[in-house]
């Protein structure tokens, strides 16, 4: 089965980090641009960031900018986001995707949930 | 920034019936445009990319159509699964979001 499986969120407070984990099976992650979008309690998508097949190339939404670093291990089939200085506004469900056919999102997880309260 | 804006922001059709969702992008970007649906506590699902193109296994009544900066997902025939929210995304320059049409039950 094509899936991908997200990790590593939880309630965190304002200033702290977290590091999210996506975990890719029935398919080779290698072969894909992965991302991370957001979606804020009862509000709608935000892409988050993205990295290139081999790791060579990101891109990130400003607000994330110098705050987050995504990364990937395709030898672990797997994608991760490291997330510091963490802000309210950063509260989220971070779903993990394939980035394909130019730029839409065809493989998701059912997401990660990450609080940032004090 | 590119902005998608959605219309309506709710749609109420009752099943069986046609329902027709429009997408405007602030500046164009060609074809490069995907719908999603999300039924509450699920991840989005890809519909249609490239603006018309169906993505695996999505029923032939989910049609996309437009160009440029205006946007249609039309969806022939309402089945009970298919009351959502619904997402446009434009991925010609960075990737947006519109905010959503939910369609509702009449």
């Known amino acids: 089965e094509v899936q991908v499986v997200e990790s590593g969120g939880g309630l965190v407070q304002p200033g702290g980090s977290l590091r999210l984990s996506c975990a890719a099976s029935g398919f080779t992650l290698s072969n894909d641009w992965m991302s991370w979008v957001r979606q804020a309690p009862g509000k709608g998508l935000e892409f988050v960031a993205n990295i290139k097949q081999d790791g060579s190339h990101q891109n990130y939404v400003d607000s994330v900018k110098g705050r987050f670093t995504i990364s990937r291990d395709n030898a672990k089939n797997s994608l991760y986001l490291q997330m510091n200085s963490l802000r309210g506004d950063d509260t989220a469900v971070y779903y993990c995707?394939?980035?394909?056919?130019?730029?839409?999102?065809?493989?998701w997880g059912q997401g990660t949930m990450v609080i940032v309260s004090s | 920034e590119i902005v998608m804006t959605q219309s309506p922001a709710t749609l109420s059709v009752s099943p069986g019936e046609r329902a027709t969702l429009s997408c405007r992008a602030s500046?164009?970007?060609?074809?490069?445009l995907a719908w999603y649906q999300q039924k509450p506590g699920q991840a989005p699902r890809l519909l249609i990319y490239?603006?018309?193109t169906r993505a695996t296994g999505i029923p032939a009544r989910f049609s996309g159509s437009g160009s440029g900066t205006e946007f249609t997902l039309t969806i022939s025939s309402l089945q009970s699964e298919d009351f959502a929210v619904y997402y446009c995304?434009?991925?010609?320059?960075?990737?947006?979001f519109g905010h959503g049409t939910k369609v509702e039950i009449k």
């Open positions: 995304q434009q991925y010609d320059n960075w990737r947006t």
């Open positions: 500046q164009s970007v060609s074809s490069k």
């Open positions: 995707s394939t980035d394909r056919y130019g730029g839409a999102f065809e493989i």
């Open positions: 490239g603006a018309s």
